[in-house]
């Protein structure tokens, strides 16, 4: 099985993305941190098995939760599973062949794997590689191999589940189980039966006897509630009796007061107050609001605006709202006047520059394109000719030079040579010397080879025995004699390199035949011959050097003529343009008059648009001030524009200041006196109010009023303590009490204490009956259970089919426990070893053959591996990248056990981060042969070094 593509329409971070793998076996997936590499491998799980629980991947802003996977099956070919989630989770698996399967159908096409087996033999990271530490050979089983049997870890599980349930059914000392609560049961059940059987005799005697305590009982309980009832009534009376008093004293207050009083309005005073409140302030301020009204009568009399000014407001409105125009064309007529001035000194200096002094000249010039052009090229093309002109004359003058140079040369060494017929003169003569000088030489050479011999020998000889007597006075330590023939030994061979050999005259024995010429003559002879020799090859290199400068001055001449014919008209044109534009400089500087001319007539235009603007200033200027000054009468004063403008609108300010001012002080008389209307009619009618109150409580003035309204207080008050001692009267007991408050309140004690002491002697009375009836109804009640004998065997019974059929179920259970364990048991003498041999397999090529053996250590179970040189250490001994390396063999040895079910990709999530070069590619060798049975593998990793050790078409990169 391998996945070919993935499509994610809503899964954490993608969303509506597709992603295409390779052919390949082992594809890579790299991605730096947060790029979504684990959602990924999520993703991945969540279509074959199901979403997670966590709800981490759902959509955050709504959309479809979940995506499609594309995978290539051995049996099935194409298939696509679908799995999304919105309120309930869908499942749908598209075939080759067009059919839309389900979940269970999914479910055996991946051969019941679930997600927790594949997680647990599939897809593994670097935090699983760590646990390898702690597996031996029970942590295996559990985690491993019996997930592989059974599609998951359901035997252990269910191992667990059985144990668990037969603890709680039973246990040899227990009391929770079932099973031993059902025993407990039909023991109890035994013991009661063997007591029903022994008990018989005085039932009916036992009934007499208790049904006559059971009526002494109630006639006792019924006496003693009648006397507590009545005790609790004389206590009443004792509490009622200050309240009756103080009833009968409140009467007799209560009629003692005016009938007048019940006249009196309900809450009286509080209305006078609540009148009062409300008349004496508005009083107050009715009498501020007339002196209010006096003083801004007085204030509005004072104020006396100008109302010529305010008629003329508008107009001086408009001219400080144009003001700002008229600074600002005051400060731009400024400036134009600064630029005109600038902009004609910039035409003085270009007309200078040009040397003329009118502009009439300058703004006929023509400034189109198409003559600027003309001009241009007219003047590239004079000063091309110029330069070549200057070329061609430092050409010339160069070829001229070097021909006059050559042609001196050559004169001057014909002038050196010999005529012919001398030189044949003298060639013969030295061939003469020649001839007779040989047979002398020979003869010369041998004597001189003799005598060099001889100085030879002379000088080993000398060189030994000073060296020999050297070394004797140094060994004597006599360092001067040694000193001196050192000195001497040197000298001798100074004088012996310089010494000649015998002259040719001197020499022993030597007789010489006189030749025509002598040897100096004869060396002056053939010196003389080789410096002619010199000389005639000397003449013929400058004949050489005379053809080419020659040439060279001819092509000098041939090159005028052709400038003459090619550059003369553009000098022409030049002149033509030169005349024309009045120019009388160097023609090199035409085009530079021109732009000089052509800004200058830009300038002159520039000056007249400005003067006419400057103009247009003015006028506006001089309409703005004869504005002001219409509105502005003269006062003797000098004043500016602005300044008179200012003053205008000051006077306009204060004027305007002084009317709104006016016209608020007769607003606020008008509001005053509209107050002091509202008040007075409110004053009469909270004062007929008042008057009124008096009327309806019968008194004469407030004095009177005031204590009218004490005098109904205190009899309501009175009233109202009546009531409340009535209702508590009425709560105490009412009637009851009637027959008791003609008694003390001595009495009344004296009587409680004989019916306390009368209700302690009902209640111990009370307590021995009862105690004595429940003796009598528990012997009853045994008597009673003793005639049940058949009913408790017949429970005993059915109680002791209970226990076999529970206990029948706890032997199956242990049958199926023993025989689960009996299985695991087997799977790991045998299955195990073979899974651990295939690990061992794997290992060897892991560590490169360093470590060739897995096996269990029969101590404690815990894996052993044994080194090549037969040192053997545990897995916590290994260095942390064996470790990973033990930890994927087992991991891979257990996905080939399974290969035949069913063969489900690896994911790797950056498993081997600890892992070298060597390791490394050690590893993939390994992932490429598991590969090779079409076995996919995916390894996720954020490490550059790890995607290089891939081909790119097996690497797939995300971006973050």
């Known amino acids: 099985m391998k996945i070919t593509a993935m499509h994610i329409y809503q899964y954490g971070k993608f969303s509506d993305r597709s992603f295409q793998l390779s052919d390949s076996p082992v594809q890579v997936i790299y991605g730096l941190n947060e790029a979504g590499k684990t959602t990924l491998m999520s993703f991945i799980k969540s279509v074959l098995f199901g979403f997670p629980k966590s709800k981490k991947y759902e959509p955050k802003n709504g959309g479809v939760y979940g995506g499609a996977v594309e995978l290539k099956h051995g049996d099935h070919g194409a298939v696509k599973i679908e799995r999304t989630k919105g309120a309930a989770e869908k499942v749908r698996v598209y075939t080759a062949s067009g059919e839309i399967k389900d979940g269970e159908w999914l479910k055996q096409l991946l051969s019941d794997t679930d997600r927790a087996l594949y997680e647990a033999i599939y897809s593994f990271d670097v935090f699983g590689l760590q646990e390898i530490q702690a597996f031996n050979r029970d942590k295996i089983g559990e985690f491993l191999l019996y997930s592989s049997l059974f599609g998951s870890e359901a035997a252990a599980k269910l191992d667990g589940r059985l144990a668990k349930e037969l603890d709680r059914m039973y246990k040899p000392n227990g009391r929770n ?54 005790i609790k009534t004389v206590k009443s009376a004792i509490e009622a009796k200050p309240l009756a008093d103080k009833k009968t004293a409140l009467e007799s207050e209560l009629s003692s007061y005016p009938e007048a009083l019940k006249q009196f309005p309900k809450d009286g005073m509080h209305q006078l107050e609540k009148y009062e409140s409300h008349l004496h302030p508005k009083a107050a301020r009715l009498e501020g609001l007339r002196a209010k009204s006096a003083e801004l009568r007085r ?88 330069e070549r002109k200057t070329q061609l004359d430092a050409i010339f003058e160069q070829a001229r030079l070097e021909l006059e140079e050559a042609e001196r040369k050559h004169a001057l060494t014909a002038e050196n040579i010999l005529d012919p017929a001398v030189r044949k003169e003298k060639e013969a003569a030295l061939q003469s010397y020649k001839q007779t000088a040989d047979t002398e030489g020979n003869e010369w050479q041998a004597h001189v080879q003799h005598l060099e011999k001889q100085r030879a020998k002379q000088k080993k000889l000398f060189l030994g025995a000073g060296i020999l007597f050297i070394a004797i006075f140094a060994m004597l330590k006599e360092w001067l004699p040694a000193a001196l023939f050192s000195g001497a030994l040197l000298l001798y061979m100074l004088s012996g390199m310089q010494k000649p050999l015998p002259s040719e005259r001197g020499g022993p024995g030597h007789k010489k035949k006189k030749p025509a010429i002598s040897k100096e003559a004869a060396d002056l002879l053939q010196e003389e011959l080789w410096r002619d020799g010199r000389h005639r090859q000397q003449l013929i290199a400058d004949q050489a050097v005379l053809e080419q400068k020659e040439a060279a001055y001819e092509r000098v001449i041939r090159q005028y003529e052709e400038w003459e014919a090619e550059m003369a008209p553009s000098e022409k044109q030049a002149e033509l343009f030169m005349n024309e534009l009045g120019f009388s400089g160097s023609p090199s500087h035409l085009l530079d008059a021109y732009h000089v001319m052509k800004d200058v007539k830009k300038e002159i235009l520039n000056k007249h648009e400005l003067t006419i603007e400057a103009g247009r200033l003015q006028k506006l200027q ?339």
């Open 177 to 230: 189980p079932r099973l031993n609560q059902e025993l407990d049961t039909l023991k109890r059940l035994s013991a009661q039966l063997k007591q029903a059987e022994a008990a018989e005799a005085g039932y009916h005697s036992l009934l007499e006897e208790k049904k006559s305590a059971g009526g002494r009982l109630q006639d006792a309980e019924a006496r003693l509630k009648d006397i507590t009832e009545e």
């Open 299 to 386: 204030q509005a009399d004072l104020l006396a605006p100008n109302e010529d000014l305010l008629q003329k407001e508008r107009q001086l409105q408009e001219l400080s709202g144009e003001q700002h125009m008229y600074e600002s064309r005051g400060e731009q007529l400024a400036a134009i006047q600064s630029q005109i001035r600038q902009t004609s000194a910039r035409v003085s200096s270009g007309l200078q520059q040009l040397g003329r002094h009118e502009e009439d000249g300058i703004l006929s010039l023509n400034t189109d394109y198409e003559y600027e052009w003309r001009l241009q090229e007219a003047v590239q093309s004079a000063g091309q000719a110029r």
């Open 622 to 960: 001089r309409a703005f001030e004869d504005r002001v000054k219409k509105l502005s009468p003269s006062d003797g004063r000098e004043l500016s524009v602005k300044e008179r403008l200012h003053v205008l609108l000051a006077q306009a300010e204060r004027a305007r200041e002084e009317a709104k001012r006016k016209q608020a002080l007769e607003t606020d008389l008008l509001h005053a006196q509209e107050q002091m209307r509202e008040l007075n009619e409110e004053v009469h009618y909270y004062e007929q109010q008042v008057k009124q109150l008096f009327m309806a409580a019968g008194a004469k003035n407030r004095e009177h009023f005031c204590e009218l309204a004490r005098l109904t207080e205190s009899r309501r008050e009175t009233e109202r303590q009546l009531r409340e001692i009535k209702t508590h009267l009425s709560g105490i007991g009412g009637k009851q009490l009637e027959p008791y408050m003609s008694r003390t309140v001595s009495e009344l004690e004296h009587t409680v204490v004989q019916k306390e002491t009368e209700k302690k002697t009902l209640e111990e009375k009370s307590a021995q009956l009862r105690e004595q009836t429940a003796l009598l109804t528990v012997k009853q009640e045994q008597l009673e259970s003793s005639g049940l004998v058949s009913d408790l065997k017949q429970q005993t019974e059915m109680q002791k089919e209970r226990v076999k059929k529970t206990a029948k179920e706890w032997a199956a259970l242990q049958t199926v426990r023993h025989i689960i364990r009996e299985k695991m048991e087997r799977h790991k003498k045998v299955t195990l070893p073979r899974l651990l041999e295939t690990a061992g397999a794997l290992y060897v090529p892991l560590t490169d053959g360093r470590y060739h053996k897995l096996y269990f250590s029969e101590a404690d179970d815990s894996i052993m591996v044994m080194r090549k040189d037969g040192t053997v250490f545990s897995a916590g001994e290994l260095s942390q990248a064996a470790c990973e390396q033990l930890y994927a063999a087992i991991r891979f040895a257990l996905a080939s056990e399974r290969e035949s079910a069913v063969s489900l990709p690896f994911l790797l999530d950056d498993s081997f981060v600890h892992f070298d070069r060597q390791r490394l590619q050690r590893l993939f060798d390994v992932l490429n042969q598991l590969s090779e049975g079409g076995r996919q593998i995916l390894y996720f990793t954020c490490h550059e070094h790890v995607s290089r050790s891939f081909h790119s078409g097996q690497v797939m990169r995300l971006l973050s």
